[in-house]
């Protein structure tokens, strides 16, 4: 049997189960995605309880027809739009935004998917705890994305990704029952860790409607440098030291080439406050316990850095504003390298030790096939580098259409041979399906699979997404 | 088809694909467990490389045999011991004990799944690195049984528990396919979360062979404290005043019942150094970043909790002998439990706020059914607590052998009653199966089935263990 698309008739025959409410017009932003690769189709369900998402799933379970997640949209591996096949159900659950509760002698908050991780971040501050997930598209980016991609950013390093952040979830199956999670426990073993497969599934397993998100005690004291650094061989010398002194109090440790910078300048979107401006430099957060002063921590870095000669320069934020302008410019890089429109962007991920060696080396494999432009920034603590490869200034990146394949392939072929990951915290989508199956451990894809057959047995679940849809296996 | 029994016909089958040092006698630690609950059967193989554990499982699921993963037996809840079915192989992993690699700058150490606990953290040590996991039975636990149980301990606090260590693993699929899967990515979302789903996952969904772990920087200073409080509620008043001071530099907080300290008394292994003995203590440990002295910050800690009424006694370990000497005190408990003979043992999580009401409800329902004694130990901060339930002084634990069933079904409905688990921090193994069938989530459960059926078609792994064996169900 196969899928069937979702039909007017379809949704009509939902009325007596869902509220008027749920019934809205699919928008422009829900059929397309932030880096217009994608463009998906379907009729958009906007549920406003887990009853009302359960209800939907058991309708288009017994009429396979298909459901494609919808979150805050800001995903940039086409997760969020179906763009073959039948047209799918597009569950919204941005009506979902309650915060059902705040536990802060237990430093938990429990959220539903569609509220935005902003509202949690303030949520939790005026609980006096924070919720460390930090990423660019925060005042947007929702929760259950969040967790569906299992979400990385700034403050990986000291907390972990959006995983680590989770304790509990409550998620509805494929086939529209409600699996109650929402455990506020740090330790359960009682039985399979479900939680953290769910968590990154990309909604092809199960639609998380709620989760228990662990929060964390405020640092007493924040302190933020950006140093310059000869090369990222020696950034991570700088982050071996910082941490052998300071350990998991370095909880942001990011890298940024040259081109970072020349990009926001060319956009407008800021400038270096060091110059000349360095090839590389670091954005280093420390956040210190009580009896510690970040700006004699800082110093005590660069200084022994500079004696070192693991540092050439450097500015130390000397008040709250100069830390929040430090961390802007890295936060911009995004934005500007939208506006100067990417051939190919790489999420990647790569053993520490392998870093030094592979940027040099997909630079030089670039060069050889084309002018371009290299924009490598990136969660340096987390091996984590997004290696975005441009046109040179002036020239359309049309024009480099037909080697885009052969961009990503090369960049890509060379990460896999160091051992790295080619999705390191965007996730699958659907971007990288070929990428799995090309670089993929097959006994891990043939585990996957009958992983995906077993919870979703019809194949209703963002079809497509992180694996081939049943039927178009290559 | 059911399955079949290990017979000596089975394994010399096996003899042209194995060398002779994979074949040993079963001793006696292969057939029991420490507590005495469970008594196995089955006949061992020893398999020296993750090949040799591929071809034992092709064989296995060929002929239908179950396999028992066996490392190193510490396990509390009989998942090492096959004790109803047919005869299994019991897979030892003891002779995979190889440490692969060390890479220092990554601050990652690979072993295979046979490595003591105590020689992951000499090898990490000898790399100027600290691996965190940390718990009573270390000069015996090994490396897969720690991950197939995602065990915790003492430093769950502040690094996360075995799951939270582990980048990578290779295993072994029930079909005898080897997965490789030992990356040393910090962020890597290529894919569903299988790592996280074998880990803890008791052997019953794969065979873990060998682990990319994390690793730490040690902190610059360790400080400990043994400090008296009037309740757990004020100890967790006292726990939110020092991560509020000092965050997660609070790696370990073990709350101590005076019955702790009389058991210790009474079989001779140690003595309360305070005295008289407080009805609860806790034992602080901070590890700190450099520039923060351990005796001033938990002076201010002792300090201001005695301003606050929060701390009534409490002693400084002066030098590293005196916090061994504190942190002995907290390990010989389970050692204590075991010379005395409870009657029933509670490996309990609960919300953090749940905690204070929990223990004089459990106790005083527990005081309706006998005289009993009960020692509440455990990671306060975790929200875990061996709650353990033992006979008067000078009473066999036998004549309590007909309550034992009520006194575990107390205490257990209280805890899940208030949101908790019954299996925190040991698994589930082969003693919880039903109370997993009575407490957890039926959603869940079926998810869980539909999992093990994807994995273990055939149902040879780990059979009766996490789950009932299939045609065992009630």
Known sequence: MTLQPATPAFLDSLRDRLPPSAFREAEERHLSEPRGRFRGTGLLLAPGSTEEVAAILRACFDARVPVVPHSGGTGLVGGQVMAEGPAPVILSLARMDRVRAVHPSESVLVAEAGVILADVHREAERAGRMFPLSLASEGSAR??????????????????????????????????????????????????????????????????????????????????????????????????????????????????????????????????????????????????????????????????????????????????????????????????????????????????????????????????????????????????????????????????????????????????????????EHGVGRLKVGDLERYGDPVKLSMMRAVKQALDPRGILNPGAVLRAQGNRP
Chains 1, 2 share one sequence.
Not at 175 to 189: A, I, M, S
Not at 223 to 237: F, K
């Open 143 to 424: 929760i259950g994305g969040l967790l569906a991609t299992n979400a990385g950013g700034t403050a990986v390093l000291r907390h972990g990704n959006a995983r680590a952040l989770c304790l509990g979830v409550e998620a509805v199956t494929a086939q529209g029952e409600v699996w109650h999670g929402l455990t506020r426990l740090r330790k359960d073993n009682a039985g399979y860790d479900l939680r953290d497969l769910l968590i990154g599934s990309e909604g092809t397993l199960g639609v998380i409607t709620a989760a228990a998100l662990r929060l964390v005690q405020p640092p007493s004291r924040v302190g933020v440098a950006l140093l310059a650094v000869p090369s990222p061989a020696v950034a991570l010398e700088l982050l071996a030291l910082a941490q052998g002194r300071y350990g998991d109090t370095v909880q942001g440790f990011e890298l940024m080439g040259r081109m970072g910078f020349v990009f926001l300048a060319e956009t407008g979107l800021g400038a270096s406050p060091l110059s000349p401006v360095p090839d590389w430099t670091v954005l280093v957060e420390l956040g210190l316990p009580e009896g510690l002063e970040p700006q004699a921590a800082l110093e005590r870095i660069f200084e022994e850095g500079m004696e070192r000669g693991l540092v050439t320069d450097g500015v130390l934020a000397a008040s709250e504003a100069q830390a929040t302008a430090l961390w802007e410019l890295r936060e911009r890089i995004p934005e500007a390298n939208r506006k100067i429109g990417a051939v190919s962007s790489h999420d990647i991920s790569l053993p520490l030790s392998e870093i030094p060696a592979f940027i040099p080396e997909a630079e030089a494999a670039l060069a050889r096939l084309g002018p371009f432009r290299v924009n490598c920034f990136g969660h340096l603590g987390d091996g984590n580098l997004h290696f975005n490869v441009f046109p040179p200034s002036g020239v359309a990146r049309a024009e480099f259409d037909p080697v885009r394949g052969r961009v990503k392939e090369l960049v890509h072929d060379l990460v896999h041979a160091r051992g790295g990951s080619v999705a390191a």
